[in-house]
C-alpha cells in the first residue's frame, strides 16, 4: 500500500476589522471602496430594512463609484429557509454574479446568517461583509462567522463557519429598532457583563436608565465591549469546540422557555429569564454568592427585562423540552452555570428536581 | 469611530493521507478506528455502488467494531442536486447524526462531491472521508476538497472547498468498472502526463497496451503518479485562484464538444478530443513541436480514447458554446496550451478563426 501526504498545514489570514460609530455609514462606502474586495456588489437584505435604509445604503455606495445592486426577501425568521435561499442564488446567477463579486448582508441576524451561508457556497464562496441593523446582530451574531439556515427540524442545521471580510456597526441604525427587537440586544450584553467582564457589568448597574432611554454614546461604549468579548472569544475557538459554548449562558433553558412559549416571548426576553434560571441555579450549588444572584435580577429588571416565567407556561413542559435536547445530543444536559460573576464554567451537576423547582421558583416572580 | 480587529491569523492543519494498494479494503477499516474521528459513521453511496459493494463495505467496517449506517440515492449525474442533498441531510438528521459523526463517500465524482457538500453544511461541518470507486474519481475529484451540486442553471454553482480526513483508494474496485468509465479516467491520466510528468507521459506510451488490459501492477504506478501531481497542485492552489487552472487542460472545448454532442460522449472522450485540440491550436501558435503534439494524438489512440470530432457535431455549434463560456467570464477565452511536454500555460491569444480550422481538422480525423 502507498500513503501519499496531502500537505495542507498552512497559516491563513482571516482576520478583519470590526468598525463601530455612530453615523459611519457614508465611511462603510470609503472603506469598501479601498479595500478592493470585488469588482461589484450586491446587498442583501430584508422588506423591513430595505424599506427604512435600502435606497440610502445603495445611493452611499453609487456615491463612491461602487456597482451595487440589491436582493431583497420578505423579513422574519421564517424566511431563513432552503427556498429563501435557492431564491437568492437564482437571482445572483441572473445578475451574472461570479466569484469576483462579494455580498453585502444589511439587516439583523436572518439577513447575516443566511447572506453568510449564501456567500459561503456560491460558487464555492464569495466574500461578504456584515452591516448589522439590529443590537442583537451588532453585539452577537454578525461577528464570529456562524452562518446557516434553518429546517423543519430545527434551527440553523445546515451551515458554515465562514468569516465576514468587515463588520460595520452604524448605531444611527438603532433609532428605528422596535423596543422589544433593543431588548433582545440588551440581554446579550447583560450576559457578556455576566460571563465576562465585571466592569461592563457595573457600568450597566450605575447606567441602566441612560442605557435604557438609548444614549448614543453610552451605547457605543457599551456596544464596543460587548464586540470586545465576542471576538476575543470567538478567536480562541473559531468552530465551537470548547470556549465558545460559554456563550450560551442563560440560552439552554431559555430556548425551552421560547419554545415552550409559542415564541410569544422574544428571544431576548427568554434568555434574560434562563440567565436568571442559570443563576438561581448556581447559587443552589452553592457556587454564586446570593448577592451576586440578586445583582443579576435586579439589572435585568433595571433595564426592562424579564426574570420570571409567565403562570401560563407548564413546568413540565420546559422540563420536557429541555430533556428532548439532551436526548439529542446523545448526553447528559450541560448547562453553563457560574462561580461568581465574571466566572462561567460548563457542568451537568444539576439534577432534574433542581431545575424543577427553579422554574417554579421563578413562575412565582 | 472605533476600530477592533478579529485576529484570525492562524496555522490549520487540514492535511490527510491518500492510501492506495489493492485490496486494502480491510485496511480501511482498521485505519478508520485507529485515527478516531468521530463516534459513529454514515456510508453515503449510490444505487449501483450499493448494489456490488455496499454489503461487504458495511462488513469490512462492522468487523473493525465500527458503528456505520448507509444511505444510498439513485446513481447518475442527475442526483447531483438540491432535493437529493435534502433527501440525504433529512435522513441523516432522522438517524440522529450530530457533529461527533463523520460521513463516508463510496462512489464515484457524483457521490464524493454531494457527499463533501453535505459534510461540509450538516450541522456547519462534519469531517469526511473519501472512497473513490471510479478511476476518475481515484485520480481527480476525491482529491482536493471541491464539493457542490448541480443547479439547472450550471454544473457546481453550489459547493465548498472542504478537505476530506483521508482518501483510500482500492484498485479492487476497478474490476466492476465499466470500460468507458475506466477511459474517463485514463483521459486524466493523460493529461497529467502531459501538464506535468513526462516520464508518466513515456510509461503510458510504452504500456499502452498492458494498461488498457487494466494490469493492476502497472495501474497502481500510474494511479500513484496521478494523485501525486494532483496533489501538489492542491498544496499549492487550494481554491483555485491560479495555478489549479493548468488542471482545465483539454477541458474547455471538451466541455463545449460534450454540450454539443447532447452528453452522447463521455467526459472522458470529450476531454481526449478537447486535448487533442489544444495540443494542434498549441502547434498552430508555433508554441508545441510538431513532433510533440503527434506523440500526444498517438498516445490517445494507444489507449483507445478518440482524437476526432464526430461529423455530426456543428462547428459553429461548439464555437458558439465556447463564446458564451466567454460571456459569462466577461473575459475572453483562457486555453491552457502548450509550451512543450510538461510545460502548460494560460493563454487567450488563439483566435477563433484558427479555433474554427482547428475543429474543422479534427473532424477529419
Known amino acids: 500500500m502507498n500513503k501519499i501526504k496531502v500537505n495542507l498545514d498552512k497559516k491563513i489570514s482571516a482576520s478583519y476589522e470590526i468598525y463601530i460609530g455612530r453615523k459611519i455609514l457614508d465611511r462603510i462606502g470609503m472603506i469598501i471602496a479601498k479595500n478592493e474586495l470585488a469588482s461589484r456588489y450586491v446587498v442583501i437584505t430584508d422588506s423591513n430594512v430595505s424599506d427604512l435604509h435600502g435606497e440610502r445604503f445603495l445611493r452611499t455606495l453609487s456615491d463612491m463609484g461602487i456597482q451595487a445592486d440589491m436582493i431583497e426577501f420578505p423579513a422574519g425568521e421564517a424566511s431563513k429557509n432552503v427556498d429563501v435561499m435557492l431564491d437568492i442564488i437564482k437571482k445572483l446567477l441572473d445578475m451574472g454574479v461570479d466569484r469576483r463579486s462579494a455580498l453585502i448582508a444589511l439587516g439583523g441576524g436572518v439577513v447575516g446568517d443566511l447572506t453568510g451561508f449564501v456567500a459561503s457556497t456560491y460558487m464555492r464562496g464569495i466574500p461578504y461583509i456584515q452591516v448589522p441593523t439590529t443590537l442583537l446582530a451588532q453585539v452577537d451574531s454578525s461577528i464570529g462567522g456562524k452562518t ?27 433609532q428605528t429598532l422596535p423596543p422589544r427587537e433593543f431588548n433582545n440586544g440588551m440581554a446579550e450584553i447583560v450576559k457578556y457583563g455576566i460571563i465576562e467582564d465585571t466592569d461592563l457589568f457595573s457600568l450597566l448597574e450605575d447606567e441602566a436608565k441612560t442605557i435604557r432611554n438609548e444614549s448614543m454614546v453610552l451605547l457605543e461604549t457599551v456596544i464596543g465591549r460587548s464586540c470586545r468579548i465576542k471576538k476575543s472569544i470567538v478567536e480562541t475557538d473559531e468552530k465551537e469546540s470548547g470556549l465558545r459554548r460559554i456563550l450560551n449562558f442563560g440560552h439552554t433553558i431559555g430556548h425551552a422557555i421560547e419554545a415552550e412559549s409559542g415564541y410569544s416571548l422574544s428571544h431576548g426576553e427568554a434568555v434574560s429569564i ?8 448556581s447559587e443552589k450549588l452553592k457556587y454564586l454568592p446570593s448577592r451576586d444572584m440578586e445583582r443579576i435580577m435586579k439589572l435585568a429588571e433595571a433595564l426592562g427585562l424579564p426574570c420570571g416565567i409567565p403562570d401560563s407556561l407548564s413546568t413540565e413542559g420546559i422540563l420536557s423540552r429541555l430533556k428532548t435536547d439532551k436526548k439529542k445530543q446523545g448526553d447528559v444536559i450541560n448547562f453553563v452555570l457560574l462561580k461568581k460573576l465574571g466566572s462561567p464554567f460548563v457542568s451537568s451537576e444539576a439534577p432534574e428536581e433542581m431545575i424543577r423547582e427553579t422554574i417554579n421558583m421563578l413562575k412565582g416572580r
Open 274 to 281: 434562563g440567565m436568571a434560571a442559570a443563576a438561581m441555579v
Open 148 to 174: 446557516g439556515i434553518d429546517l423543519s427540524a430545527g434551527k440553523n442545521l445546515l451551515g458554515t463557519f465562514y468569516q465576514p471580510k468587515g463588520v460595520f456597526i452604524d448605531l444611527s441604525f438603532l
